[in-house]
Nanobody
């Protein structure tokens, strides 16, 4: 049984940075899409960023472009989300998710396309 485990959340002041990690285990996919989603209290879960297993195709929500950066360490089966210049509106529970096959530009941010999910990690940004 595969597993996705997020870590790296915490509380920071506005303008600060955090790096989230998503460690995958138990999967044996050659091509996959890894996505990061977030859900704030009372809001829908939204796509933040996603990347293909080749690490070349990257997708970001407009609100995080220029501030968040995806990367991966294939040897560790880990995907990272570097978050800089954090703002209070970034406060949410962040989840990583995975699907077999490439991310698709027009639906990478649709959570219904990801059958595999981690438990999430909390990010709180104070002003």
């Amino acid at each position: 049984q595969g597993q996705l485990v997020e870590s790296g959340g915490g509380s920071v002041q506005a303008g600060g940075s955090l790096t989230l990690s998503c460690a995958a285990s138990g999967y044996a996919w050659d091509i996959y899409c890894m996505g990061w989603f977030r859900q704030a209290p009372g809001k829908e879960r939204e796509g933040v960023a996603a990347m293909d297993s080749d690490g070349v195709s990257l997708y970001y929500h407009d609100s995080v472009k220029g501030r968040f950066t995806l990367s991966q360490d294939s040897a560790k089966n880990t995907v990272y989300l570097q978050m800089n210049t954090l703002q209070p509106e970034d406060t949410a529970r962040y989840y990583c998710a995975a699907r077999i096959g490439n991310c698709i530009s027009y639906y990478w941010s649709n959570r219904r396309n990801y059958p595999y999910w981690g438990q999430g990690t909390e990010v709180t940004v104070t002003s």
